[in-house]
């Protein structure tokens, strides 16, 4: 519509009959003369006003959807963090009752050889300085660490340091290809030299040919000259199979060792050998066999049937 002076007088007039409409809808009430028309447009525009409220109210419904999601997400984010930390702290507890474990069963064996150790922790595996079975340990020179002084724990012969620093070690294990140990047969004294094989059974030549050897027979480290690098007395391992003799100068044995390799943590360096051979004392007490259960059946003679008397004695 052009700006003229026509449509400027017909829009000051519609706004005068909106007015005298709306008054006169005001003072009539509930008999308002406009209230029919008023029912004639619900009746036309409630349809159309239902259908796009029935569109805007889902994507209402949704926005809220989505806003009181981020506000249940925001708080199961907030309780995962903290389940999160509390699993840290369990974790962190049940770690710190494993290292008290270690350190109580190591401080034993070493009470029951009478070994002076230093404590200390493993911090990394497998040293890069090759593939051998390696560890290294928190202690070093400054700690009186030095080269070939035997290492265990609570379990028994872990290996031989073989290098040293101011502040760590580097730790040959007994389960290492290039490991060699002097073992003694627990009991009956035969002597041997114990070899790692890896993730495999320590493979043990014993001296002696013709000893007699079972599976279940323990071994004790022999002991060094002057206790370097190993000190007497400390747990090898069990006799898990013994290769027929054949009449050949040695025997051989594979031995299951008592130390767990793959789960080294808390280990102990031998800083002062014993007094004297502790010889068997450190071995773990043998578990006592089970007894078999024996059944007793006992056979009860059955009642005579209807009829029937029992013969006379």
């Known amino acids: 519509m052009r700006d003229t002076r026509e449509s400027r007088l017909l829009l000051v007039l519609l706004i005068a009959i909106a007015f005298a409409l709306i008054t006169v809808d005001i003072r009539g009430g509930e008999d308002s003369p406009v209230d029919g028309a008023r029912q004639a447009a619900a009746t036309v525009f409630g349809p159309i006003e239902n259908g796009v409220s029935g569109a ?24 995962e963090r903290e389940n999160a930390a509390l699993k840290a702290e369990l974790g962190s507890d049940d770690r710190d009752r494993s290292r008290l474990r270690q350190l109580d069963k190591m401080l034993k064996t070493a009470g029951q050889g009478q070994y ?57 294990l007994a389960s290492d290809p290039d490991f060699t140990v002097g073992t003694r047969m627990e009991a009956t004294d035969e002597l041997g030299f114990a070899s790692g094989q890896g993730d495999r059974p320590l493979r043990v030549e014993l001296l002696n040919g013709k000893a007699e050897v079972k599976k279940g027979d323990r071994l004790v480290t ?71 259960p024996t059944v007793t059946v006992t056979v009860t003679p059955s009642a005579p049937a209807d009829g029937q008397t029992q013969p006379e004695q």
């Open 222 to 292: 022999f002991g060094s000259q002057a206790d370097k690098p190993f000190v007497p007395g400390v747990p090898v391992g069990v006799v898990s199979r013994v290769d027929p003799s054949g009449g050949d100068l040695t025997r051989t044995l594979y031995v299951t060792p008592f130390v767990s390799f793959s789960k080294l943590d808390i280990v102990g360096v031998v800083v002062q050998a014993p007094g004297k051979d502790p010889r068997d004392t450190v071995l773990p007490e043998k578990a006592e066999p089970k007894p078999t």
């Open 56 to 79: 805007v109210d889902p994507i209402g419904n949704a926005v809220s959807a989505i806003r009181e999601s981020g506000d249940r997400h925001d708080r199961l984010a907030v309780l």
């Open 116 to 172: 002076g150790i230093k404590g200390a922790q493993v911090i990394a595996i497998g040293a890069a300085q090759g593939f051998s079975w390696t560890i290294t340990i928190d202690v070093g020179a400054e700690d009186g660490i030095k080269r070939d002084m035997t290492v265990l724990n609570g379990d028994g012969l872990v290996g031989r340091v073989t290098t040293v620093g101011p502040s760590t070690a580097t730790v040959l």
